[in-house]
């Protein structure tokens, strides 16, 4: 389940993916890095990702947890941002048999679960096709 204080908390990585940036060195981390993997910098400040990339692969979700159960079936991809960092998210808006790998896809936000006991409706980043 997720926590509504963390959601709160990260809600601009889940509505922006923002990430962040080396001063240094101009490496850029998603999720956010506090020291540069690349430099071994420290000072990183916060830095939106592209919305674009391409589907690496993917898998259907037929049987997943409780508070994804009403989107299933679904598609988790792993997903290559056009700044070469790789996240998974879901991909909507897709004939799940008819999906490729190496698609083309960007940004798009949408429900991500919902706490039908609190009645919280929580949204976040998942990727659609590119027309
Ligand atoms: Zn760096």
Redesign the pocket.
């Known amino acids: 389940m997720i926590n509504p204080i963390s959601y709160w908390r990260l809600k601009d990585r889940y509505f922006n993916l923002l990430g962040t940036k ?1 001063t ?4 850029e981390w998603f999720p956010p890095a506090r020291v ?1 993997r ?4 420290q000072d990183l400040v916060d830095h939106e990702m592209p919305h674009t990339g391409r589907l690496l692969a993917h898998t259907v979700l037929k049987e997943p947890s409780e508070e994804f159960r009403s989107s299933a079936p679904y598609v988790v991809g792993l997903i290559e941002l056009d700044n070469g960092q790789r996240l998974l998210a879901q991909v909507v808006d897709v004939d799940p048999t008819g999906l490729q790998d190496d698609t083309r896809v960007r940004l798009t936000i949408r429900k991500l679960a919902e706490d039908t006991k609190r009645g919280t409706i929580f949204y976040g980043y998942k990727f659609t096709p590119l027309p």
């Open positions: 080396c240094k060195c101009g490496a540069c690349k430099c071994g910098c």
